[in-house]
């Protein structure tokens, strides 16, 4: 609960720093602190159970480390396609896939059959 309102406060005031803004802006480090502050006693338990009371085996310490990389291999691979994207817009059909668009054989989807009725589904759950 203490943490939750860390996270918007930093894009605000990453934001409102960036853009000079005068007045009314909240500094920048308020949003990063609440989240370091809130996020300072877990990481202390972490290093006192792995150090002290012994209960991080090897297999506990290789679970976070394998499960940060699906997100880390996304952020090292945008940079390399980022500049080949707009040479291979989607509207422009290869000649891979018979210079067509849709792909000979593939069938188009009436987006109001199975599309949209999946659409509103996940909407409340966000909500």
């Known amino acids: 609960i203490l943490g939750s309102p860390g996270a918007p406060a930093s894009t605000t005031g990453g934001v409102t720093y960036t853009h000079f803004s005068t007045g009314g802006g909240m500094p920048p480090g308020s949003g990063s602190g609440t989240i370091l502050y809130t996020t300072s006693p877990r990481r202390r338990d972490v290093i006192r159970e792995s150090t002290h009371e012994g209960h991080h085996t090897k297999m506990v ?11 880390i291999v996304p952020e090292v691979m945008f940079p390399p396609a980022s500049p080949r994207a707009p040479s291979h817009p989607p509207s422009a059909p290869t000649a891979e896939i018979g210079a067509i668009r849709p792909p000979k054989g593939i069938e188009v989807l009436d987006p109001w059959g199975i599309p949209f009725p999946n659409t509103p589904i996940p909407l409340p759950s966000g909500a």
Not at 61 to 71: A, E, H, M, N, V
């Open 61 to 71: 310490q290789l679970g976070p480390r394998y499960g940060s990389i699906p997100s």
